[in-house]
């Protein structure tokens, strides 16, 4: 079964940090580049970081850069991200997400969703 568990979300005071884990499970996890994203309350869900499936290439949202950083280890099949320097408006359910490709007949690429871990930073 292909699935992504996000962990480690938490409450954590203004100018602190956490590590956010995805590990991943049921796909080839090196072939792919993953991505975090986030939802506060009452707004669209909004890219935060991704990472290429080798890890070579990085992007973050201006609203993080310079805070946050993803990473990735293969052999765990998991990428964290590392955010320090928390803001109340940093506060959302933090998901990962991977977009795998089928194979054909089917030829389409497949959205993969974790469940989400809620980090709640207080001020």
């Known amino acids: 079964e292909v699935q992504l568990v996000e962990s480690w979300g938490g409450l954590v005071q203004a100018g602190g940090s956490l590590r956010l884990s995805c590990a991943a499970s049921?796909?080839?996890?090196?072939?792919?580049?993953i991505g975090w994203f986030r939802q506060a309350p009452g707004k669209e869900r909004e890219g935060v970081s991704c990472?290429?499936?080798?890890?070579?290439?990085?992007y973050y949202a201006d609203s993080v850069k310079g805070r946050f950083t993803i990473s990735r280890d293969n052999a765990k099949n998991t990428v964290y991200l590392q955010m320090n320097s928390l803001k109340p408006e940093d506060t959302a359910v933090y998901y990962c997400?991977?977009?795998?490709?089928?194979?054909?007949?089917?030829?389409?690429?497949?959205?993969?969703w974790g469940q989400g871990t809620l980090v709640t930073v207080s001020s």
């Open positions: 049921g796909f080839t996890f090196d072939a792919y580049a």
């Open positions: 997400n991977a977009d795998l490709y089928v194979a054909p007949p089917q030829d389409r690429y497949l959205e993969v």
């Open positions: 990472i290429s499936n080798s890890g070579a290439t990085t």
